[in-house]
């Protein structure tokens, strides 16, 4: 624990994982002899990387670059890539864990990774973002491959970015492969993977609210984040009759009690790439509240009462004091669209409740399930429909929770799938590792 002490958000993830998986480390002694879980907590290798490009006026720009391939018992490393001023390895550690414990729930053949850069794209011109994307790939495309390490985007890495690091990837190496995921469907991208981090975390929500006798129609549910998983969660509520009522980014929170005009959202974060505020100047029953004026120590969006929460935004997101005040209100069910978004106290919290609570690695495995589906396209050189896609993406969703519910029952803990899907996804790879030897 000393020895990570700096990298605060990967012990986190790894204490979460770790408080789990006793039961089943009691069940099978190999476990432990061959040191397993020592072994998963480290990366198979990280890798980090100088990022230099030179901006609009001229200037050497120099960012930190990282690829962490966490684990590949089950299949090559696949993960996102995130850039964020606020990213460094420990940040990437923790994501790359979570990655493996996800794909292996998914049930396909797919390992974890993560990477990114401290590069912000926020205020950057086109044309920076595409010299920052090239840069990156020039050091990156060396440890990467269809069947080594397939990356895909994250915060700051959407369809344009993905463009522009497949460009540089195919220049590199003359090879038109299928190495990234999130393409944009002229060179090979998938119908629905846009969709599919959102509309899976609504999928997993229905799957959990099923077995509590309940459902999302008619339901007023809060969503945080107005970036990509945000913005399809709120598509697929509002397909089925819920009403999503708030979106949110870093500098402050939408709260439209009529419930979020899709059209409005995607016109300012997909086209205009705005704040917030102008989404409150096109519609007129938006209240915005800036971070500023959020209670003290607080995310503003867990006050507005609900039925469903869908924290989408980042991680850490939604406190104890958070989770205390939706429960308070009669939150029925979170299901977590990002990655680790309720701290450890506020996960207690929802698990003591006894609510529909789908832990990040079940409810928003959808997103890298679909890439799995894309890469799939790419190797038999086949493009599916959107129907078939979201049919898949839809029973992957399903499988996911009814593995977890049935792990957790195993494991005399029904309805923990925080439990559930950590002890799931690890036996998985797990064994995998077992089957594979020491070297
Ligand atoms: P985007 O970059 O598209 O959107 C991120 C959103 O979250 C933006 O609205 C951003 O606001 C907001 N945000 C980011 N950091 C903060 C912060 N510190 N405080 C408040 N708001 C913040 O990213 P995605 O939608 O792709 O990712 C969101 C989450 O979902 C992440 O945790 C990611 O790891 C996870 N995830 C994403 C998947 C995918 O397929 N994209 C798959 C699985 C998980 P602003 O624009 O102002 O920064």
Redesign the pocket.
């Known amino acids: 624990k000393e020895k990570y002490a700096y990298e605060p958000v990967f012990l986190q993830a790894v204490q979460e994982v770790l408080q789990s998986l006793q039961p089943v480390l009691d069940k099978n002694k190999k476990y432990e002899q061959y040191k397993i879980l020592e072994r998963m907590v480290e990366p198979e290798r990280s890798i980090a990387f100088r990022v230099e490009w030179v901006d609009d006026k001229g200037e050497v720009q120099v960012n930190r670059g990282y690829r962490v391939q966490y684990n590949s018992a089950i299949g090559p490393y696949k993960g996102?890539l995130?850039l964020?001023p606020?990213v460094n390895l420990g940040i990437l550690k923790f994501?790359g864990f979570e990655q493996v414990f996800?794909n292996s729930l998914t049930g396909l053949a797919i390992g974890g990774g993560k990477g990114g850069s401290d590069f912000d794209p926020?205020g950057k011109s086109e044309m920076e973002v595409m010299r920052f994307c090239q840069a990156f790939m020039t050091e990156l495309y060396r440890y990467i491959g269809a069947t080594i390490d397939v990356p895909?985007?994250?915060?700051?890495?959407?369809g344009r970015e993905v463009g522009f690091l497949f460009g540089q990837y195919k220049r590199l190496t003359k090879s038109y492969e299928g190495v990234l995921t999130?393409k944009n469907l002229l060179f090979g991208g998938s119908l629905a993977?846009t969709e599919?981090?959102?509309y899976g975390a609504v999928y997993f929500a229905q799957s959990m609210l099923e077995d509590h006798k309940e459902d999302l129609a008619g339901k007023i549910c809060v969503v945080?984040?107005?970036?990509?998983?945000?913005?399809y969660c709120c598509e697929k509520l509002l397909q089925i009759g819920a009403k999503p009522v708030t979106?949110?980014?870093?500098?402050g929170m939408i709260h439209d009690p009529d419930g979020i005009r899709l059209d409005m959202l995607k016109q300012v974060?997909e086209v205009e790439r705005a704040?917030?505020t102008r989404y409150a100047e096109l519609v007129s029953s938006a209240k915005y509240t800036p971070?500023s004026d959020y209670p003290q120590g607080r995310?503003a969006v867990w006050s507005v009462p609900c039925f469903a929460a869908f924290p989408?935004?980042?991680?850490n997101?939604l406190n104890l004091a958070d989770a205390e005040t939706l429960l308070g209100n009669g939150c029925q069910c979170v299901a977590e669209?990002?990655?680790?978004?309720s701290t450890l106290d506020a996960v207690h919290a929802f698990l003591k409740a006894g609510i529909a609570y789908g832990p990040?690695k079940a409810a928003?495995?959808?997103?890298?399930a679909t890439?799995q589906l894309e890469m799939a396209q790419n190797a038999s050189m086949q493009s599916w429909s959107f129907e078939t896609v979201d049919n898949k993406l839809k029973q992957i969703m399903t499988n996911i929770y009814k593995n977890a519910a049935a792990t957790a029952v195993e494991f005399g803990q029904p309805g923990n799938l925080v439990m559930g899907a950590n002890i799931a996804g690890f036996r998985k790879v797990a064994d995998a590792m077992l089957a594979q030897g020491i070297c």
Do not use: F
């Open positions: 996102g995130r964020h606020s994501l996800k926020k895909a985007g994250d915060i700051g890495v959407g999130g993977r599919a981090t959102g945080s984040g107005a970036g990509n998983v945000a913005t979106v949110s980014d870093s500098r974060k704040s917030l971070v995310n989408c935004a980042t991680q997101e669209g990002a990655n680790m978004p990040a928003n495995a959808g997103g890298v890439s």
